[in-house]
């Protein structure tokens, strides 16, 4: 009994045994299944176009369609910047039947080195761009590689940068390379705006590269994004002609100038000399495309920088400029170094307007004793000197301005005329503008918009930002007073247009190299800005070592600027208005005279009254019915004057 007991009991053991293993045979099973069916839906559902993307690659192919990039515009519509269509040859070695004679034939036809063309045509590669040879073809090159006909052998359209005006604003707008990549300016600044997305026309082929028949796709290239700049194209090309004039004139080392709206910041022109061509950039050094000179360069400004102490003078109410006087002797002596006029023997006993229409050392470094460092340099801060202003372009420099605790006597004295601190131009007329425009100081900015390239919706818009305010309404009245007088009586009278008022002041800096003052090596220049009472337009010039003539801000820069600012009169619409301050004139210019009005006199008595000018006149009779120009007309002694008889 005992034993069978014990045989029951064993087999009961068993069966539960065999129970057990199938459960766990089951449960493996479906754990398995449940494995391959989450396998099957990841690969089908969530992975599905990764693994789709992975197998499309083996067969299919792609011929790229670059995107033309975004056109730059000046501030009116004018194209700066715009896109050509060129062809570019592109290889599928494996579809190329007879290697060695298509590599020959293409040899032949760019002109390249066989053994060059040969690494093309054999490369181990699905897609082979022939670079740089087969880049921008010519029209009579891609209709010769066309006829030959050959498998294999492809010509696409490719965008290439056109710069219709070419040399035109080079610094700023700057070049792209071959693969229509920003470099430099704003093609580099703003290249993730102005570079669009490519396209291309996909076709599917088997392992060995031969095409298959199945349709292609096409996906066309999306342009960049547009732009619009603040520039206005006629105030550059003035600006661009009269720098090349003034290179020719004088062959100065360099050249530059600025044209901006001194109620928003707004440029309205730039250039420099030397420039360059962006479409032949390789032609040139980096130091040539890479300095944009009103931006980078930096140089004591000499006189153009005594409107700051003007300005921080007559808010400080330290000086009354018509009643208040100053006599200059022909230098001033400030830790026991003399400062000198100018002018030799000075200019004796001045009112402080006549200190400013002199551009008196002596008078201007009184002043800054006067309102002292703590003041004169909190004024240079506030205008912005010394720092970058902000300027959305590459490779703006800062200046250099004394450090406030070791400034003396001696280096409060020559900053108060100019020497002694370095300032880029871009800083200059933003002070300026400050100075002239009611006291406002603005950043200045060339960027006016990003629109988009079909609904010229704006994406992104630059707006006048305001800095500071760093003078009143009234210093800036009484700044833009005197500036006016400098042009009408004093250094900057060749800058004179009658009929408009203009104010400025002109500059002649001694250069410096290896720490010192080089002999008759001078940067002059002016600037200046119209109407005095209500500017619109601000103009700087300089240029650096003119030759062939006395250096001085007056005789070089101003008569330039003045040509710009003739021009900008009918560019802007700038209404003719009397002139505040009556010019006055040496013995040696050409002076204006008031039109008398001769109508309804006999020709006799009229020519006694026109003896001043040329006279011609048609008609029959005695009495004059019409004159041209019209009565009270400010012209040159010596022009013309027409009278019809009757």
Request: charged share 25%.
């Amino acid at each position: 009994m005992c034993f069978l007991d014990i045989k029951f009991i064993g087999d009961n053991m068993f069966f539960k045994d065999i129970h057990k293993r199938i459960k766990i045979i089951i449960l493996i099973t479906i754990f398995l299944f449940i494995v391959i069916i989450s396998k099957v839906f990841y690969i089908q559902v969530i992975d599905y176009k990764k693994l789709n993307k992975y197998a499309t690659g083996l067969w299919s192919r792609n011929l790229p369609l670059a995107a033309n990039r975004g056109i730059i515009y000046d501030t009116n519509g004018v194209e700066l910047a715009n896109n050509i269509t060129t062809t570019s040859l592109i290889l599928i070695p494996n579809q190329i039947e007879n290697k060695e004679k298509v590599a020959k034939d293409l040899s032949d036809i760019l002109n390249v080195e066989y053994d060059e063309m040969y690494k093309h045509v054999f490369k181990k590669t699905s897609i082979e761009r022939v670079h740089p040879e087969g880049r921008n073809l010519s029209y009579e090159i891609a209709d010769k590689i066309n006829s030959l006909g050959y498998k294999g052998v492809y010509l696409v359209k490719e965008a290439k940068r056109y710069y219709p005006y070419d040399t035109f604003l080079s610094h700023t707008i700057g070049f792209v390379g071959i693969d229509n990549q920003g470099l430099s300016g704003l093609e580099l600044i703003y290249d993730n705006y102005l570079t669009g997305s490519d396209g291309a026309i996909k076709y599917f082929s088997d392992a060995k590269g031969n095409n298959l028949e199945m349709s292609q796709i096409y996906e066309q290239p999306q342009s960049g994004i547009n732009m619009t700049l603040t520039v206005n194209f006629e105030l550059q090309e003035v600006l661009e002609r009269e720098l090349s004039t003034a290179v020719s004139e004088y062959n100065p080392e360099q050249a530059l100038g600025i044209i901006m709206n001194p109620k928003t910041g707004e440029i309205l022109a730039m250039a420099s000399r030397p420039d360059f061509s962006p479409s032949k950039y390789q032609d040139y050094t980096t130091e040539e495309i890479n300095r944009n000179l009103p931006i980078w360069m930096t140089y004591e400004p000499g006189s153009t920088f005594k409107i700051i102490t003007l300005a921080a003078s007559l808010e400080e109410n330290i000086v009354d400029l018509e009643k208040d006087t100053f006599f200059d002797g022909g230098g001033i002596t400030v830790g026991g170094a003399t400062l000198h006029c100018w002018k030799h023997g000075g200019h004796g006993a001045e009112t402080y307007l006549e200190v400013v229409e002199n551009s008196c050392n002596p008078g201007f470094v009184n002043l800054g004793l006067k309102l002292g460092k703590e003041k004169l340099f909190s004024y240079i801060d506030k205008f912005g000197f010394g720092k970058k202003t902000g300027i959305d372009l590459n490779g703006e420099a800062s200046g250099i301005i004394f450090d406030i605790d070791k400034i003396g006597d001696l280096e409060l004295a020559t900053t108060a005329f100019g020497q002694g601190v370095s300032v880029t131009p871009i800083q200059q007329v933003t002070a300026v503008s400050a100075a002239i425009n009611g006291g406002t100081l603005y950043k200045p900015y060339i960027v006016k918009s990003l629109n988009d390239p079909e609904t010229n919706s704006v994406i992104l818009e630059n707006k006048p930002t305001v800095v500071r305010k760093v003078i009143s309404d009234e210093t800036s009245e009484k700044v833009r007073y005197a500036l006016e007088s400098v042009v009408a009586r004093g250094t900057g009278h060749n800058a004179y247009i009658a009929g408009y008022r203009v104010g400025g002041k002109t500059g002649t800096a001694q250069k410096v190299k290896d720490g010192k003052y080089l002999s008759g090596n001078y940067i002059t220049s002016f600037i200046g800005f119209m109407p005095a009472d209500d500017p619109q337009i601000v103009v700087y010039v300089a240029i650096d070592n003119a030759k062939g003539i006395t250096q001085y801000g007056g005789t070089v820069a101003a008569p330039i600027a003045k040509k710009i600012l003739e021009s900008s009169i009918d560019i802007l619409k700038i209404e003719k208005r009397n002139n505040e301050i009556e010019r006055e004139f040496s013995i040696l210019d050409k002076q204006y005279i008031k039109v008398p009005n001769v109508v309804g006199m006999n020709i006799k008595d009229a020519l006694k009254e026109l003896k001043k000018f040329k006279v011609e006149y048609s008609g029959s009779g005695d009495t004059i019915s019409y004159q041209s120009p019209s009565a009270g007309e400010n012209i040159y002694e010596g022009e013309t004057i027409r009278l019809l008889l009757s």
